[in-house]
Each structure stands twice: as C-alpha cells, then as structure tokens.
C-alpha cells in the first residue's frame, strides 16, 4: 500500500496546493483514490459493543433472539421453550428444568460525522486535511462492509448538518462519498452556529439505534487557546456522552506543517475561523521551537481528551499513507477495543 501521487493529476494537485493560501474549490483527491478495496479485504474492524437492529448480520446483538452466542439460562417454560435448548447442566443444579438462551446476531450501523469547517480546507501535501477525512471515511466504510451492514454520513458545515441517509452495499458508500466530495466547500470565516459539540451532539440525538460512531476532525476549537491537558476542551463532555451507548472511534487529520513549522522567513498566520492573525519569522529558531512546543501541547491536550472520553483514536497526517496508518490501528486495536471501550457500570455493551 503506497501513497497515491497526486502530482499525476495537474488539476488536482493545483487545488491542493492552493489551499496553502486560500480555501480550495474543488476536491484535491479523485473518487476511485479514496481506498484500495483490495488491501482492505483481509482485514476487519473489531465491534466489542452490543447491537440493535432488525436483520441477521455478523456482529453480536443486544436482544436476546436465535443465535448463536450464548446467553443467560432462565427457567423453561411448557409449551413456549423448545427442549433442545436444555441447560442439563444448571437443570441438575437447581432440580429446576432451564434453558440456555442465545444472543441474536445483529448487523452494524456506523454513522461517520465529518467536520468541514474551514480549517479543515489546509494542505500542504497534495491533498486537503478535509479530503483525507473523507478518505478516512472510505477506508473505514470498506472495513466494516459485512452481511447487512449499513453505513450513513453527517457533514458538520457552520451555518448546518447535512443527513446522508444510512444504506447498505459498496455502491451506496461510494454514492455517499461522491456527494461529501461534492460538497461546496466553505468559505474562510463563514458565519454560523454549529460547532464540534453541537455536531456531535446532533450525532447523538438523531442517531439513536446503537452502532459504531465515527467522528473526523482536527478537533481545533476556534477561540480555544488552552494547552493545559487537565481542562477538557468544549466536545470532551458530548464525545463522552456518544460513546455510552456506541463504539466511537475518533479520527484527527492533521497536516505536517501544523506539527513542524518550516522555515520560510517571515509569514502571516491567519486563522480561517476567527479574526486571529499575527506576522511571524519562522527564520528565528527560537520563535520555531516555541511555536512547536505550543503544537505539541495542543495534540496531546486532544489525545488525552480523547483517552478520557473512552473512544478509540488514531491520528491521520496529509503527508502519510493514511491507508497503512488505519491497517495498523486496526490490527493493534483488536486488542484494547474491549478494554478501551468497557461502558459505565450499569450499562449494557
């Protein structure tokens, strides 16, 4: 699995490039890009959290129902239990006759929500931090494909949340990803009301029916400047809410030069989303290491954030094969997904 190159297609790889000084107009990632369906079959992943639903899929229920994982046993009744179903073994314990119920196999319903605020339309690596959340978005769609599954989409714009309905099959995901490809793009300081606790709100609110959760940001919060790990940030509390009930997995798109300032001499640092700028001589090392100090401190303020809150995360970088990234969170996180995700005491998984 290799990193597309994007300088292959001009039209692009010009857009890419000039988000570096304004917001983009198109895609900067072509369609068939997304995810290499091929390198993804082998690998599947891992759903640790009960599940709702109507149809018999490949992941395990919530609802007692036929099965084929066990349950708990409970007291046979004449006429209503079939007596194949027999526990003999807790029926000579308690000289009370008793079946074993099953667990019905259910199938998942993941809900990715994907912020497009404009300090998502950055790039510096030939693609924007907004289109490898859709690429995110694509890889983990091809993941979770099994028998009855469905996959549906929210787009987090300021002035609104925009629904993609939840369908089954490869080409309802790849019609849902045409149309996130599709989507206008927003203006640098666009007026508006919905921020990333809202959205993940709404997320919590509308989509009731348990499932996976996937929620791509660069969790920036505008106006929030605070580097201190122990003050949650303003979609700690919401996150922490949405991931009771469902297995969320956090996806954060970063670029490189957001983590490494460069050195290119003196330069305005503008913010997309607030009134913030400021000239700053990226020639002066110092004013560079404080600069990525204050970079490093603001990630692991969302790591931390996002440990608390019980979800899974994986950070995604525009200059790295982000495919090979998600391979191997998920092949590490069948590991800690049971342990990472444990709902509050009293909660059903």
């Known amino acids: 699995m290799s990193r597309p190159d994007f ?9 890419a490039y000039a988000s570096v000084l304004g917001a983009p107009t198109r895609a900067t990632l072509p369609l068939h890009k997304l995810a290499p369906e091929a390198a993804l079959r082998r690998l599947e992943l891992a759903v640790v959290r009960r599940l709702e639903g109507f149809l018999h899929g490949d992941h395990l229920g919530l609802l007692p129902g036929p099965g084929s994982d066990v349950n708990d046993a409970r007291e046979y009744v004449p006429g209503q239990d079939d007596v194949r179903k027999m526990d003999w073994a807790v029926t ?8 074993r119920d099953t667990m019905a196999d259910r199938e998942l319903e993941v809900w990715a929500l994907l912020d497009v605020t404009p300090s998502m339309n950055f790039g510096t690596a030939g693609i924007t931090k907004r289109d490898l959340g859709i ?17 549906g989409g929210m787009v987090m714009r300021p002035d609104g949340i925009t629904r993609l309905p939840a369908r089954s099959g490869r080409t309802a995901l790849y019609g849902l990803l045409r149309r996130m490809l599709e989507a206008p793009f927003v203006p640098d300081h666009a007026g508006g009301t919905i921020d990333l606790p809202e959205g993940i709100e709404q997320l919590a609110r509308t989509q009731r ?5 996937v929620v791509v940001s660069d969790f920036l919060t505008p106006g929030d400047h605070e580097l201190d790990p122990n003050i949650p940030p303003p979609w700690e509390r919401p996150l922490r809410r949405l991931a009771v009930r469902n297995q969320v997995l ?7 030069f957001e983590l490494e300032f460069p050195n290119v001499g003196e330069i305005l640092i503008r913010d997309p989303e607030t009134d913030f700028e400021r000239y700053v001589n990226t020639g002066d090392q110092a004013a560079r290491k404080r600069m990525d100090a204050a970079s490093s401190a603001q990630r692991e303020r969302i790591r931390i954030a996002l440990r ?6 994986i950070q995604l970088r525009t200059d790295r094969d982000w495919v090979a990234d998600i391979a191997r969170f998920v092949l590490a996180y069948r590991r800690v997904a049971s342990m990472l995700h444990a709902p509050p005491q009293g909660v059903s998984r």
């Open 308 to 313: 608390r809150a019980g979800v899974g995360h």
């Open 250 to 256: 956090a996806i954060e798109v970063v670029d490189k």
């Open 92 to 99: 000579a314990r308690t000289t009370v006759p008793h079946v």
């Open 135 to 151: 690429a995110a978005i694509a890889t983990i769609g091809f993941l979770s494909q099994r028998m009855g599954d469905r996959f």
């Open 209 to 213: 029916r348990r499932g996976m959760r």
């Open 7 to 15: 300088r292959a297609d001009p039209a692009y790889a010009k857009e």
